[in-house]
């Protein structure tokens, strides 16, 4: 399966800024997805993150609070926008190749203070 | 829409066997999947099952699956310390589906 490496591991910001998260696959893939995982829950879908044209949300998350960003076929950010203490979770970056199963980066531990 | 439900702890003692359950809605899942997350770390794929399937055996790990059910167990033989973490099961109702549906994942702990 492709290695997925995320930066930064974890942060601690300021509310009010932004932080940009990159997640870097050692391979091409079809897919790439970008995680929530709040604390003690679990995980839910942020985006689709579609090569070259606009990813694709989910209910509840608006491109003006986390535009993501995937220019080929082995890199992704996601940025959180404007950030708040309810925006304190584990950011993951997940991978898919075909109709394999996907694969999880380690995620990136965001808190805000 | 899909709805995915496991209970949240189990304890159990080092050596013996655990079982994690897991309980769906969707009866058009197509694959089934387990995943584990170690404290601090992201999302590790265990293994996962086709839905024709009912059963799958990994070296410690059986998953059994009953689609009448819509229920998903996960067995780990000999429980180790370092199988201690959070169990997710999820699914995805079409192949090639874009997202996965996450139980609410199951805390394991063993006790030494």
Request: glycine share 6%; net charge negative; proline share 4%.
């Amino acid at each position: 399966s492709a290695v997925i490496s995320q930066k930064p591991s974890r942060d601690i910001c300021q509310r009010g800024t932004s932080l940009t998260i990159q997640c870097q696959v050692d391979s091409q893939v079809t897919m790439m997805f970008w995680y929530r995982q709040q604390p003690g829950q679990s995980l839910t879908l942020i985006a689709t993150a579609n090569q070259g044209s606009e990813a694709t949300y989910e209910s509840g998350f608006v491109i003006d609070k986390f535009p993501i960003s995937r220019p080929n076929l082995t890199f992704s950010t996601l940025t959180v926008s404007n950030m708040s203490p309810e925006d304190s979770s584990i950011y993951l970056c997940s991978t898919r190749q075909g109709n394999q199963p996907q694969h999880f980066g380690d995620g990136t531990r965001l808190s805000i203070l | 829409g899909e709805d995915v439900e496991q209970s949240l702890f189990l304890s159990v003692r080092e050596g013996d066997s655990s079982v994690i359950n897991c309980t769906y809605t969707d009866s058009s899942s197509t694959y089934l999947y387990w995943y584990k997350q170690e404290p601090g770390a992201g999302l590790q794929l265990l293994t996962y099952i086709f839905s024709n399937m009912d059963m799958k055996q990994d070296q410690r790990l059986t998953v059994l699956l009953n689609k009448k059910d819509k229920h998903l167990s996960l067995r780990i033989a000999d429980t180790q310390t370092g199988d201690s973490a959070i169990y997710f099961c999820a699914e995805s109702v079409q192949t090639g589906a874009n997202n996965l549906f996450f139980g609410t994942g199951t805390r394991l702990t063993v006790i030494p």
